[in-house]
Protein backbone atom coordinates (compact mmCIF):
# COMPACT_ATOMS: atom_id res chain seq x y z
CA UNK A 1 0.00 0.00 0.00
CA UNK A 2 1.43 3.19 -1.33
CA UNK A 3 1.91 5.83 1.91
CA UNK A 4 0.13 8.41 -0.01
CA UNK A 5 -1.89 8.78 -2.73
CA UNK A 6 -1.17 10.73 -5.77
CA UNK A 7 -2.85 13.82 -4.92
CA UNK A 8 -1.36 13.85 -1.46
CA UNK A 9 2.06 13.27 -2.83
CA UNK A 10 1.81 16.37 -5.42
CA UNK A 11 0.74 18.92 -2.52
CA UNK A 12 3.53 17.40 -0.24
CA UNK A 13 5.94 17.92 -2.76
CA UNK A 14 4.63 21.62 -3.79
CA UNK A 15 5.09 22.14 0.03
CA UNK A 16 8.93 21.20 0.19
CA UNK A 17 8.59 17.25 1.09
CA UNK A 18 12.08 16.14 -0.34
CA UNK A 19 11.36 12.47 -1.88
CA UNK A 20 14.39 9.84 -0.57
CA UNK A 21 13.25 6.64 -1.02
CA UNK A 22 11.02 4.48 -3.48
CA UNK A 23 8.80 3.84 -1.04
CA UNK A 24 7.80 7.59 -0.34
CA UNK A 25 6.91 7.50 -4.41
CA UNK A 26 3.22 7.25 -6.09
CA UNK A 27 3.54 5.12 -9.02
CA UNK A 28 3.31 8.42 -11.32
CA UNK A 29 6.11 9.89 -9.74
CA UNK A 30 7.78 6.77 -9.91
CA UNK A 31 7.34 6.58 -13.87
CA UNK A 32 7.77 10.38 -14.39
CA UNK A 33 11.39 10.31 -12.55
CA UNK A 34 12.22 7.67 -15.15
CA UNK A 35 11.34 9.43 -17.84
CA UNK A 36 13.27 12.25 -16.66
CA UNK A 37 16.25 10.50 -16.12
CA UNK A 38 16.23 8.35 -18.80
CA UNK A 39 16.20 11.19 -20.81
CA UNK A 40 19.22 12.89 -19.10
CA UNK A 41 20.79 9.90 -18.67
CA UNK A 42 20.72 8.82 -22.39
CA UNK A 43 22.10 13.00 -23.57
CA UNK A 44 24.73 12.09 -21.53
CA UNK A 45 25.91 8.99 -23.26
CA UNK A 46 25.13 9.91 -26.92
CA UNK A 47 26.57 13.30 -26.52
CA UNK A 48 30.10 11.25 -26.08
CA UNK A 49 30.32 9.22 -29.63
CA UNK A 50 29.40 12.66 -31.18
CA UNK A 51 31.80 14.54 -29.46
CA UNK A 52 34.33 12.83 -29.83
CA UNK A 53 34.28 12.40 -33.97
CA UNK A 54 35.02 16.14 -33.57
CA UNK A 55 37.73 15.94 -31.10
CA UNK A 56 40.16 14.08 -33.19
CA UNK A 57 40.21 17.52 -35.50
CA UNK A 58 41.00 19.54 -32.02
CA UNK A 59 43.87 22.01 -33.04
CA UNK A 60 46.81 20.18 -31.22
CA UNK A 61 47.58 17.71 -27.99
CA UNK A 62 46.08 20.12 -25.30
CA UNK A 63 42.89 21.20 -27.06
CA UNK A 64 42.56 17.14 -27.50
CA UNK A 65 42.96 16.77 -23.89
CA UNK A 66 40.68 19.42 -22.69
CA UNK A 67 37.83 17.60 -25.12
CA UNK A 68 38.35 14.49 -24.45
CA UNK A 69 37.97 15.35 -20.72
CA UNK A 70 34.70 16.89 -21.19
CA UNK A 71 33.87 13.92 -22.82
CA UNK A 72 34.75 11.49 -20.11
CA UNK A 73 32.50 14.03 -18.38
CA UNK A 74 29.22 13.59 -19.98
CA UNK A 75 30.43 9.73 -19.68
CA UNK A 76 30.64 10.08 -15.93
CA UNK A 77 27.26 12.00 -15.55
CA UNK A 78 25.76 9.52 -18.01
CA UNK A 79 26.75 6.95 -15.25
CA UNK A 80 25.33 8.99 -12.47
CA UNK A 81 21.68 9.03 -13.63
CA UNK A 82 21.78 5.54 -14.98
CA UNK A 83 22.85 4.92 -11.14
CA UNK A 84 20.12 6.48 -10.11
CA UNK A 85 18.05 4.48 -12.26
CA UNK A 86 18.73 1.08 -10.70
CA UNK A 87 17.26 2.80 -7.30
CA UNK A 88 14.30 2.75 -9.36
CA UNK A 89 14.52 -0.94 -10.01
CA UNK A 90 15.76 -0.95 -13.72
CA UNK A 91 19.39 -2.48 -14.95
CA UNK A 92 22.05 0.16 -16.23
CA UNK A 93 23.43 -3.28 -18.18
CA UNK A 94 19.96 -3.62 -19.97
CA UNK A 95 19.51 -0.05 -20.34
CA UNK A 96 23.37 0.68 -21.64
CA UNK A 97 23.90 -2.55 -23.90
CA UNK A 98 20.22 -4.11 -24.39
CA UNK A 99 18.50 -1.77 -26.18
CA UNK A 100 18.16 -1.08 -29.92
CA UNK A 101 19.69 2.36 -30.97
CA UNK A 102 16.03 3.85 -32.03
CA UNK A 103 15.19 2.88 -28.33
CA UNK A 104 17.43 5.18 -26.30
CA UNK A 105 15.91 8.81 -25.52
CA UNK A 106 18.46 11.63 -26.69
CA UNK A 107 17.36 14.65 -28.58
CA UNK A 108 17.67 14.36 -32.36
CA UNK A 109 20.18 16.96 -32.46
CA UNK A 110 22.62 14.31 -30.60
CA UNK A 111 21.81 12.11 -33.47
CA UNK A 112 24.15 14.10 -36.00
CA UNK A 113 27.92 13.90 -36.70
CA UNK A 114 30.19 16.88 -35.30
CA UNK A 115 32.42 17.00 -38.15
CA UNK A 116 34.80 19.70 -36.90
CA UNK A 117 36.69 21.57 -34.21
CA UNK A 118 34.42 24.52 -34.65
CA UNK A 119 31.19 21.94 -34.83
CA UNK A 120 32.36 20.72 -31.71
CA UNK A 121 32.86 23.99 -29.58
CA UNK A 122 29.34 25.27 -30.78
CA UNK A 123 27.46 21.72 -29.60
CA UNK A 124 29.52 22.97 -26.34
CA UNK A 125 28.07 26.51 -26.43
CA UNK A 126 24.93 25.57 -27.12
CA UNK A 127 23.66 22.03 -26.75
CA UNK A 128 26.11 21.96 -22.99
CA UNK A 129 24.19 25.72 -22.55
CA UNK A 130 20.72 23.95 -22.84
CA UNK A 131 21.71 20.67 -20.49
CA UNK A 132 22.58 23.11 -18.09
CA UNK A 133 19.05 25.06 -18.87
CA UNK A 134 17.68 22.38 -18.03
CA UNK A 135 19.66 20.54 -15.58
CA UNK A 136 20.09 23.72 -13.07
CA UNK A 137 16.01 23.91 -13.51
CA UNK A 138 15.99 20.49 -11.98
CA UNK A 139 18.71 21.02 -9.71
CA UNK A 140 17.39 24.16 -8.04
CA UNK A 141 13.61 22.90 -8.36
CA UNK A 142 13.26 19.14 -7.83
CA UNK A 143 11.95 16.72 -5.02
CA UNK A 144 13.85 14.58 -5.63
CA UNK A 145 16.98 14.16 -3.25
CA UNK A 146 19.54 11.53 -4.45
CA UNK A 147 19.38 13.55 -8.15
CA UNK A 148 19.59 16.94 -6.70
CA UNK A 149 23.01 16.11 -4.73
CA UNK A 150 24.45 14.52 -7.64
CA UNK A 151 23.76 17.22 -9.83
CA UNK A 152 26.08 19.66 -7.59
CA UNK A 153 28.83 17.97 -9.31
CA UNK A 154 27.30 17.32 -12.68
CA UNK A 155 26.76 21.14 -12.87
CA UNK A 156 29.56 22.61 -11.92
CA UNK A 157 31.12 20.49 -14.67
CA UNK A 158 28.34 21.36 -17.19
CA UNK A 159 29.90 24.88 -16.44
CA UNK A 160 33.36 23.91 -17.45
CA UNK A 161 31.96 22.69 -20.91
CA UNK A 162 29.83 25.70 -21.86
CA UNK A 163 33.03 28.12 -20.88
CA UNK A 164 34.90 25.79 -23.03
CA UNK A 165 32.34 26.54 -26.01
CA UNK A 166 32.08 29.88 -25.21
CA UNK A 167 36.11 30.68 -25.36
CA UNK A 168 36.47 29.16 -28.65
CA UNK A 169 33.61 30.32 -30.55
CA UNK A 170 34.89 33.48 -29.67
CA UNK A 171 38.43 32.66 -31.16
CA UNK A 172 37.10 31.14 -33.75
CA UNK A 173 34.77 34.11 -34.22
CA UNK A 174 37.71 36.52 -33.75
CA UNK A 175 39.58 34.95 -35.80
CA UNK A 176 37.35 35.78 -39.35
CA UNK A 177 37.75 33.83 -42.36
CA UNK A 178 36.97 29.91 -43.14
CA UNK A 179 36.90 29.92 -38.78
CA UNK A 180 34.43 32.38 -38.60
CA UNK A 181 32.28 30.51 -41.51
CA UNK A 182 32.68 27.72 -39.64
CA UNK A 183 31.11 28.42 -36.52
CA UNK A 184 28.12 31.02 -38.69
CA UNK A 185 27.75 27.87 -40.34
CA UNK A 186 27.42 25.39 -37.27
CA UNK A 187 25.43 27.98 -35.77
CA UNK A 188 22.96 27.78 -38.64
CA UNK A 189 21.99 24.14 -37.98
CA UNK A 190 22.58 24.03 -34.48
CA UNK A 191 20.51 26.89 -33.25
CA UNK A 192 17.26 25.75 -34.17
CA UNK A 193 18.08 21.99 -32.98
CA UNK A 194 18.13 23.43 -29.66
CA UNK A 195 15.29 25.43 -29.67
CA UNK A 196 13.72 22.30 -30.79
CA UNK A 197 14.96 20.05 -28.23
CA UNK A 198 12.85 22.15 -25.34
CA UNK A 199 10.26 20.76 -26.92
CA UNK A 200 6.23 21.57 -27.51
CA UNK A 201 5.62 24.97 -26.85
CA UNK A 202 3.51 25.46 -23.27
CA UNK A 203 -0.47 26.15 -24.58
CA UNK A 204 -0.02 22.40 -26.52
CA UNK A 205 1.88 20.71 -23.75
CA UNK A 206 1.20 17.33 -23.53
CA UNK A 207 0.76 16.20 -19.56
CA UNK A 208 3.87 15.04 -18.49
CA UNK A 209 3.33 15.06 -14.41
CA UNK A 210 7.17 16.54 -14.36
CA UNK A 211 5.81 20.10 -12.93
CA UNK A 212 2.80 18.47 -10.85
CA UNK A 213 5.69 16.14 -9.19
CA UNK A 214 7.77 19.43 -9.07
CA UNK A 215 10.52 17.06 -11.00
CA UNK A 216 11.55 20.51 -12.74
CA UNK A 217 10.26 24.19 -11.70
CA UNK A 218 9.95 25.65 -15.52
CA UNK A 219 7.81 25.13 -18.55
CA UNK A 220 9.27 24.36 -21.86
CA UNK A 221 8.91 27.80 -22.86
CA UNK A 222 10.32 29.42 -19.93
CA UNK A 223 12.97 27.30 -20.35
CA UNK A 224 13.59 28.22 -24.01
CA UNK A 225 13.50 31.93 -23.28
CA UNK A 226 16.09 31.15 -20.64
CA UNK A 227 18.33 29.50 -22.78
CA UNK A 228 17.95 32.07 -25.72
CA UNK A 229 18.36 35.04 -22.73
CA UNK A 230 22.24 33.95 -22.92
CA UNK A 231 22.74 32.30 -26.42
CA UNK A 232 21.70 35.19 -28.45
CA UNK A 233 23.88 37.43 -26.83
CA UNK A 234 26.76 35.49 -27.08
CA UNK A 235 26.17 35.02 -30.82
CA UNK A 236 25.21 38.45 -31.28
CA UNK A 237 28.41 40.02 -29.75
CA UNK A 238 30.35 38.15 -32.08
CA UNK A 239 28.76 38.92 -34.85
CA UNK A 240 27.30 35.68 -35.64
CA UNK A 241 23.36 35.79 -37.12
CA UNK A 242 21.12 34.12 -35.00
CA UNK A 243 17.01 33.58 -36.35
CA UNK A 244 16.10 35.01 -33.13
CA UNK A 245 15.75 38.78 -31.65
CA UNK A 246 14.32 40.41 -29.00
CA UNK A 247 11.30 41.88 -28.90
CA UNK A 248 10.58 44.92 -26.94
CA UNK A 249 6.41 44.90 -27.18
CA UNK A 250 6.74 41.31 -26.10
CA UNK A 251 9.51 41.55 -23.81
CA UNK A 252 10.83 38.28 -24.57
CA UNK A 253 12.83 37.05 -27.48
CA UNK A 254 11.31 35.90 -30.23
CA UNK A 255 12.10 33.62 -33.34
CA UNK A 256 12.89 34.69 -36.69
CA UNK A 257 11.29 31.44 -38.01
CA UNK A 258 8.24 29.31 -38.94
CA UNK A 259 8.33 27.12 -35.75
CA UNK A 260 8.91 24.09 -35.66
CA UNK A 261 10.07 23.40 -39.31
CA UNK A 262 11.67 21.21 -41.41
CA UNK A 263 14.88 19.89 -41.68
CA UNK A 264 17.26 18.12 -44.11
CA UNK A 265 19.55 15.72 -42.53
CA UNK A 266 21.75 15.88 -45.51
CA UNK A 267 22.43 19.19 -46.18
CA UNK A 268 22.33 19.87 -42.25
CA UNK A 269 19.68 22.52 -43.16
CA UNK A 270 16.60 24.66 -41.72
CA UNK A 271 14.14 24.70 -44.95
CA UNK A 272 12.78 28.16 -43.22
CA UNK A 273 11.39 28.75 -46.25
CA UNK A 274 8.77 26.28 -46.27
CA UNK A 275 7.40 26.96 -43.59
CA UNK A 276 5.70 25.78 -40.56
CA UNK A 277 5.45 22.00 -39.64
CA UNK A 278 3.30 20.12 -37.43
CA UNK A 279 4.84 18.88 -34.39
CA UNK A 280 3.34 15.26 -35.28
CA UNK A 281 5.49 15.95 -38.42
CA UNK A 282 8.65 16.38 -35.69
CA UNK A 283 7.58 13.65 -33.35
CA UNK A 284 7.89 11.44 -36.44
CA UNK A 285 11.53 13.00 -37.86
CA UNK A 286 12.45 12.20 -34.02
CA UNK A 287 11.14 8.84 -33.59
CA UNK A 288 13.18 7.74 -37.09
CA UNK A 289 15.98 9.30 -35.49
CA UNK A 290 19.00 11.28 -36.94
CA UNK A 291 21.66 10.18 -39.26
CA UNK A 292 24.12 9.15 -37.04
CA UNK A 293 21.80 7.02 -34.53
CA UNK A 294 22.73 3.81 -35.52
CA UNK A 295 26.61 4.23 -35.56
CA UNK A 296 26.77 6.22 -32.14
CA UNK A 297 24.74 3.10 -30.11
CA UNK A 298 26.67 0.61 -31.45
CA UNK A 299 30.16 2.57 -31.14
CA UNK A 300 29.01 3.16 -27.47
CA UNK A 301 27.69 -0.72 -27.19
CA UNK A 302 31.19 -2.12 -28.94
CA UNK A 303 32.25 -1.12 -25.41
CA UNK A 304 30.60 -4.43 -24.13
CA UNK A 305 33.01 -7.02 -26.46
CA UNK A 306 35.67 -5.19 -24.94
CA UNK A 307 34.24 -5.53 -21.30
CA UNK A 308 33.88 -9.37 -21.98
CA UNK A 309 37.44 -10.06 -23.06
CA UNK A 310 38.64 -7.77 -19.97
CA UNK A 311 36.74 -10.20 -17.96
CA UNK A 312 37.47 -13.43 -19.27
CA UNK A 313 41.07 -12.05 -18.99
CA UNK B 1 69.21 45.47 -10.89
CA UNK B 2 67.14 45.16 -7.63
CA UNK B 3 67.36 41.89 -5.65
CA UNK B 4 64.32 39.58 -6.02
CA UNK B 5 63.44 39.80 -2.55
CA UNK B 6 64.48 43.00 -1.70
CA UNK B 7 61.45 45.19 -0.78
CA UNK B 8 61.98 47.78 -3.65
CA UNK B 9 61.09 45.00 -5.94
CA UNK B 10 57.41 44.64 -4.71
CA UNK B 11 57.63 48.04 -3.09
CA UNK B 12 57.82 50.61 -6.91
CA UNK B 13 54.48 51.20 -8.70
CA UNK B 14 55.06 47.97 -10.71
CA UNK B 15 54.17 45.87 -7.09
CA UNK B 16 54.73 42.21 -7.34
CA UNK B 17 55.95 42.16 -10.86
CA UNK B 18 59.70 42.28 -12.20
CA UNK B 19 61.07 43.36 -15.24
CA UNK B 20 62.02 40.67 -17.40
CA UNK B 21 65.21 38.67 -16.65
CA UNK B 22 65.22 39.77 -13.56
CA UNK B 23 66.20 37.61 -11.23
CA UNK B 24 63.90 36.60 -8.62
CA UNK B 25 62.44 34.67 -5.33
CA UNK B 26 60.38 31.91 -7.26
CA UNK B 27 57.96 31.43 -6.58
CA UNK B 28 56.70 35.10 -5.91
CA UNK B 29 55.47 34.66 -1.76
CA UNK B 30 52.24 35.36 -1.63
CA UNK B 31 53.11 38.97 0.21
CA UNK B 32 54.43 40.05 -2.99
CA UNK B 33 51.60 39.82 -5.58
CA UNK B 34 50.78 42.81 -5.61
CA UNK B 35 50.24 45.47 -8.55
CA UNK B 36 47.87 45.56 -11.68
CA UNK B 37 49.04 42.43 -13.45
CA UNK B 38 48.41 40.23 -10.56
CA UNK B 39 45.28 41.94 -9.91
CA UNK B 40 44.20 41.04 -13.34
CA UNK B 41 45.21 37.53 -13.36
CA UNK B 42 43.12 37.33 -10.06
CA UNK B 43 40.47 37.69 -12.24
CA UNK B 44 41.28 34.84 -14.01
CA UNK B 45 39.43 31.69 -12.63
CA UNK B 46 40.69 27.79 -13.19
CA UNK B 47 37.75 26.64 -16.10
CA UNK B 48 36.67 24.08 -13.52
CA UNK B 49 36.38 25.59 -10.44
CA UNK B 50 35.42 29.40 -9.72
CA UNK B 51 38.63 30.09 -7.98
CA UNK B 52 41.49 32.04 -9.35
CA UNK B 53 44.46 31.07 -10.97
CA UNK B 54 46.52 33.18 -7.96
CA UNK B 55 44.62 31.86 -5.56
CA UNK B 56 44.94 28.38 -6.73
CA UNK B 57 48.90 29.31 -6.44
CA UNK B 58 49.19 28.68 -10.09
CA UNK B 59 51.23 31.48 -11.25
CA UNK B 60 54.57 31.38 -10.33
CA UNK B 61 55.89 34.63 -11.35
CA UNK B 62 54.96 37.98 -13.65
CA UNK B 63 57.46 40.24 -15.65
CA UNK B 64 56.85 42.99 -17.56
CA UNK B 65 59.19 44.63 -19.90
CA UNK B 66 57.36 47.68 -21.81
CA UNK B 67 54.46 46.00 -23.58
CA UNK B 68 55.42 42.51 -23.08
CA UNK B 69 54.54 40.77 -20.32
CA UNK B 70 55.80 36.95 -19.24
CA UNK B 71 54.04 34.82 -16.89
CA UNK B 72 55.72 31.75 -15.33
CA UNK B 73 52.42 29.29 -14.96
CA UNK B 74 52.28 25.94 -13.23
CA UNK B 75 49.50 23.33 -13.72
CA UNK B 76 48.10 21.13 -10.71
CA UNK B 77 48.63 17.92 -12.96
CA UNK B 78 50.64 17.09 -15.95
CA UNK B 79 47.48 16.10 -17.49
CA UNK B 80 45.32 18.68 -16.88
CA UNK B 81 42.47 19.17 -19.25
CA UNK B 82 42.87 23.07 -19.23
CA UNK B 83 46.22 23.78 -20.37
CA UNK B 84 45.48 25.74 -23.76
CA UNK B 85 42.20 27.48 -21.77
CA UNK B 86 44.28 28.71 -19.07
CA UNK B 87 46.67 30.19 -21.51
CA UNK B 88 44.04 31.65 -23.58
CA UNK B 89 42.43 33.14 -20.55
CA UNK B 90 45.46 34.63 -19.39
CA UNK B 91 46.31 36.21 -22.54
CA UNK B 92 43.13 37.25 -23.24
CA UNK B 93 42.55 39.18 -19.67
CA UNK B 94 46.37 40.51 -19.41
CA UNK B 95 45.58 41.92 -22.99
CA UNK B 96 43.18 43.86 -21.81
CA UNK B 97 45.12 45.86 -19.50
CA UNK B 98 47.09 49.35 -20.59
CA UNK B 99 50.30 49.50 -22.31
CA UNK B 100 50.02 45.60 -22.59
CA UNK B 101 50.57 44.37 -25.90
CA UNK B 102 52.29 40.82 -25.97
CA UNK B 103 51.99 38.06 -23.39
CA UNK B 104 53.75 34.59 -23.49
CA UNK B 105 53.44 32.53 -20.78
CA UNK B 106 55.68 29.66 -19.96
CA UNK B 107 54.98 26.72 -18.55
CA UNK B 108 56.72 25.46 -15.59
CA UNK B 109 57.34 22.04 -14.03
CA UNK B 110 59.51 23.07 -11.33
CA UNK B 111 58.83 23.62 -8.17
CA UNK B 112 56.18 21.17 -8.17
CA UNK B 113 52.53 22.79 -7.63
CA UNK B 114 51.39 21.39 -4.08
CA UNK B 115 47.79 21.91 -2.71
CA UNK B 116 49.85 24.11 0.12
CA UNK B 117 50.02 26.55 -2.79
CA UNK B 118 46.59 27.47 -2.71
CA UNK B 119 45.68 30.98 -0.67
CA UNK B 120 43.43 31.05 2.42
CA UNK B 121 40.58 32.88 -0.01
CA UNK B 122 41.27 29.75 -2.05
CA UNK B 123 40.79 27.11 0.56
CA UNK B 124 37.45 28.87 1.86
CA UNK B 125 36.60 29.00 -1.75
CA UNK B 126 37.22 25.28 -2.33
CA UNK B 127 34.83 24.76 0.92
CA UNK B 128 32.10 26.28 -0.51
CA UNK B 129 31.67 23.87 -3.29
CA UNK B 130 32.48 20.65 -1.18
CA UNK B 131 36.00 20.45 -1.70
CA UNK B 132 38.17 19.50 0.88
CA UNK B 133 42.00 20.49 1.42
Known sequence: MARYTEEELKEKVHNGFIVEYPDEMTEGYRKALIVQLMVQADTELVSAPAYFGAAKDAPSTNTMVSATAIIQDELAHANIAYRLLEDLGLDKEQLVYGRQPHEFKHPYGFDHPLENWAELVVANGLYDRAGITLLGDVFKNTSYGPLKRALVKVDQEETFHLRHGEMWMKRLANAGGEAREQIQRAVDWMFPMAVEWFGLPDDMKRHSGQLDYKLKGMTNDELRQTWMQSTVPLCEGLGIDVPAHWSEDEQKYVLDFAFPCQYDEDEKRWLFGEGQISWEAVFERWKRRGPANKQFIEAIQDGRGFRAQLAAA | ?133
Open chain 2, 1 to 133: MACATSPDRFGGEEGGVAVLDEPRAYPVPPQARTGPLWDALREVMDPEIPISLVDLGLIYDVRQDGGSVEVDLTFTATACPCMAFIHYDIQDRLQREPGVDEVKVIETWTPAWTKSRISPEGRAALKTFGVSM
